[in-house]
């Protein structure tokens, strides 16, 4: 390891989720042909199947893992939104069905439990018929050509489809099908992008940075534990280090529904000196939860926690190796992002350090009884942010997301976020005349302006698959990817996508080739909201 301490990593049980019209899929699948494999059923990946399945054809959702909705179900239920009414179609019904379920007819209602979203989507799962076939994670793929006629899973299960979509947060289908990837940074002139590569820090265009100098070495004159040691790269470099990646946790300080905090079996107080130091330094006045990450309020009293600050729910620099990873290894990165986010809990909760009104509001909230039930009470998905990038027919770039660039003749959806791309490294840089540290990579920039989405960012190149579609890894830089990986965005590309392979199918035509206007139309008439408005 590249950092110097170690977070030791834990095991949570996990159980598969039994709901109507979803199955279990434990056997090899012979001669079971769909029109249309979605693989991950991400909240993108259900609205691909539940787009196709609408429109009469047959599909099949194939989960690597153990639930449907990804990060919607999966913690993160405070949306990511900027301006809500570039939001359309199935997305939009998603929300509307939200509110439903919580007394607003007809209105949507962004801010939900985790379960909330889960029940939702697997609502629709049911009204369609549309099997999940979970715990398959994929493993290869059979090709003819530019043709992907079938994948394999870890499990030995193939299904064979007309068309596939990769709804995954890792796009390993689209890799195992020998489309082009990239992941982590791009050099800023690469595509002439002012905001990319490694990060000047601390920058005027990021934040979550040390206020104080931090003293970054031991006794011994090493590094301290959460720290990177290695080659920090220079403002503009580009590299393949990760944004950090981290869990949404949902929170409640309702007694009855409360878990207490509990020590982890791996906790290690030495890991969290750097912690210890920034507290004591910064010296915080009346310091709360709220000064160490973002307390976002869900209904019935419960939260989505996510980072804030220097030292907070993002594992910095934790996922490096994810992208690209065997399973293994991702799972791995998983128990140890568990590992972190437990000891972070835990280190606020019970060290000396820590005031003590700190610590007795921390000590007042816990993991949700009835959130995650099958799993320990804890989120099921680990928030990649980002993961693998495709390298496309089109590639979506920082330019995209501001005007004049921001209008695509090809437009399947509207998107409207800033560009948010979150720490990648912790290092020891001069903080005045003292050695201190910064993190580095964090850009928040614009604001809710709206963004037109080419349908081509979704596509592969032709000389490497021709009914492939991807909706999540889409093709974008580092930068332009800050803005299309909010879960709305992957909801209307998941969508739009869906749609594409029914066209696709029903004309006989590849993907590339659909006559656009006509899909637009199409996706209109389904409500998607296609255009910005002048």
Same mark, same amino acid.
């Given at each position: 390891?590249?950092?110097?301490?170690?977070?030791?990593?834990?095991?949570?049980?996990?159980?598969? /989720?039994?709901?109507?019209?979803?199955?279990?899929?434990?056997?090899?699948?012979?001669?079971?042909?769909?029109?249309?494999?979605?693989?991950?059923?991400?909240?993108?990946?259900?609205?691909?199947?539940?787009?196709?399945?609408?429109?009469?054809?047959?599909?099949?959702?194939?989960?690597?893992?153990?639930?449907?909705?990804?990060?919607?179900?999966?913690? $993160?239920?405070?949306?990511?939104?900027?301006?809500?009414?570039?939001?359309?179609?199935?997305?939009?019904?998603?929300?509307?069905?939200?509110?439903?379920?919580?007394?607003?007819?007809? &209105?949507?209602?962004?801010?939900?439990? /985790?379960?909330?979203?889960? @029940?939702?989507?697997?609502?629709? $799962?049911?009204?369609?018929?549309?099997?999940?076939?979970?715990?398959?994670?994929?493993?290869?793929? *059979?090709?003819?050509?530019?043709?992907?006629?079938?994948?394999?899973?870890?499990?030995?299960?193939?299904?064979?489809?007309?068309?596939?979509?990769?709804?995954?947060?890792?796009?390993?289908?689209?890799? $195992?099908?020998?489309?082009?990837?990239?992941?982590?940074?791009?050099?800023?002139? &690469?595509?002439?992008?002012? $905001?990319?590569?490694?990060?000047?820090?601390?920058?005027?265009?990021?934040?979550?940075?040390?206020?104080?100098?931090?003293?970054?070495?031991?006794?011994?004159?090493?590094?301290? /534990?959460?720290?990177?040691?290695?080659?920090?790269?220079?403002?503009?470099?580009? @590299?393949?280090?990760?944004?950090?990646?981290?869990?949404?946790?949902?929170?409640? +300080?309702?007694?009855? *529904?409360?878990?207490?905090?509990?020590?982890?079996?791996?906790?290690?107080? @030495?890991?969290?000196?750097?912690?210890?130091?920034?507290?004591?330094?910064?010296?915080?006045?009346?310091?709360?939860?709220?000064?160490?990450?973002?307390?976002?309020?869900?209904?019935?009293?419960?939260?989505?926690?996510?980072?804030?600050?220097?030292?907070?729910?993002?594992?910095?620099?934790?996922?490096?190796?994810?992208?690209?990873?065997?399973?293994?290894?991702?799972?791995?990165?998983?128990?140890?992002?568990?590992? !972190?986010?437990?000891?972070?809990?835990?280190?606020?909760?019970?060290?000396?350090?820590?005031?003590?009104?700190?610590?007795?509001?921390?000590?007042?909230?816990?993991?949700?009884?009835?959130?995650?039930?099958?799993?320990?009470?804890?989120?099921?998905?680990?928030?990649?942010?980002?993961?693998?990038?495709?390298?496309?027919?089109?590639?979506?770039?920082?330019?995209?997301?501001?005007?004049?660039?921001?209008?695509?003749?090809?437009?399947?959806?509207?998107?409207? !976020?800033?560009?948010?791309?979150?720490?990648?490294?912790?290092?020891?840089?001069?903080?005045?005349?003292?050695?201190?540290?910064?993190?580095?990579?964090?850009?928040?920039?614009?604001?809710?302006?709206?963004?037109?989405?080419?349908?081509?960012?979704? =596509? /592969?190149?032709?000389?490497?698959?021709? +009914?492939?579609?991807?909706?999540?890894?889409?093709?974008?830089?580092?930068?332009?990817?800050?803005? =299309?990986?909010?879960?709305?965005?992957?909801?209307?590309?998941?969508?739009?996508?869906?749609?594409?392979a029914v066209s696709a199918i029903k004309q006989n035509k590849r993907l590339a080739d659909l006559d656009i206007p006509a899909l637009q139309s199409l996706l209109q008439q389904q409500g998607q909201k296609i255009f910005i408005q002048k």
């Open positions: 390891s590249a950092f110097s301490g170690s977070i030791t990593m834990v095991r949570v049980s996990v159980v598969v /989720p039994v709901a109507l019209a979803l199955c279990l899929c434990l056997s090899r699948v012979y001669g079971q042909a769909y029109d249309v494999v979605v693989y991950a059923a991400t909240a993108s990946g259900v609205c691909a199947a539940v787009s196709i399945a609408q429109q009469g054809l047959k599909v099949a959702l194939v989960e690597p893992g153990t639930n449907v909705g990804g990060m919607v179900s999966g913690g $993160l239920g405070w949306t990511d939104i900027g301006n809500a009414g570039v939001i359309g179609g199935l997305a939009e019904q998603f929300f509307i069905d939200v509110g439903t379920v919580y007394g607003h007819a007809n &209105k949507p209602v962004y801010h939900f439990e /985790p379960h909330v979203a889960e @029940d939702v989507f697997t609502s629709w $799962l049911s009204k369609y018929n549309i099997p999940v076939f979970f715990n398959n994670r994929i493993n290869s793929t *059979n090709m003819e050509g530019t043709t992907v006629v079938s994948i394999t899973t870890v499990s030995n299960n193939i299904f064979a489809a007309k068309v596939f979509i990769d709804a995954s947060y890792e796009g390993d289908l689209l890799d $195992l099908a020998g489309v082009s990837s990239t992941w982590g940074r791009e050099p800023s002139s &690469k595509y002439n992008e002012t $905001l990319a590569g490694r990060q000047a820090e601390p920058s005027s265009h990021g934040g979550h940075q040390f206020r104080v100098a931090v003293d970054p070495y031991d006794s011994e004159g090493k590094l301290l /534990p959460l720290i990177y040691t290695g080659d920090v790269g220079k403002p503009g470099d580009g @590299d393949q280090k990760v944004q950090a990646y981290n869990f949404r946790m949902c929170l409640c +300080n309702n007694q009855t *529904n409360r878990v207490a905090w509990t020590k982890p079996a791996s906790y290690n107080a @030495d890991e969290w000196e750097v912690f210890r130091r920034y507290i004591k330094a910064a010296n915080f006045t009346n310091p709360t939860m709220s000064t160490f990450m973002t307390v976002s309020s869900l209904p019935n009293g419960k939260t989505d926690i996510n980072n804030n600050g220097a030292i907070s729910t993002d594992f910095i620099g934790g996922a490096w190796a994810y992208p690209s990873g065997s399973w293994s290894v991702r799972d791995a990165i998983k128990e140890a992002h568990i590992a !972190y986010t437990q000891g972070f809990f835990w280190f606020l909760a019970s060290d000396p350090s820590v005031p003590s009104t700190l610590r007795e509001e921390v000590n007042k909230w816990g993991l949700c009884k009835d959130e995650f039930v099958k799993n320990n009470n804890w989120p099921h998905q680990l928030y990649v942010r980002e993961a693998r990038r495709m390298i496309g027919e089109y590639i979506f770039t920082q330019h995209d997301r501001f005007a004049p660039d921001n209008t695509k003749n090809d437009s399947i959806g509207l998107g409207s !976020y800033n560009i948010d791309s979150h720490h990648a490294q912790r290092i020891p840089q001069k903080f005045g005349s003292s050695m201190g540290l910064v993190n580095e990579g964090d850009v928040e920039v614009g604001s809710a302006e709206t963004f037109e989405i080419p349908y081509a960012h979704m =596509l /592969p190149k032709q000389s490497q698959a021709t +009914n492939l579609i991807v909706p999540v890894c889409t093709s974008a830089t580092h930068i332009g990817y800050g803005c =299309l990986r909010l879960e709305p965005q992957f909801m209307i590309m998941g969508h739009s996508a869906g749609t594409a």
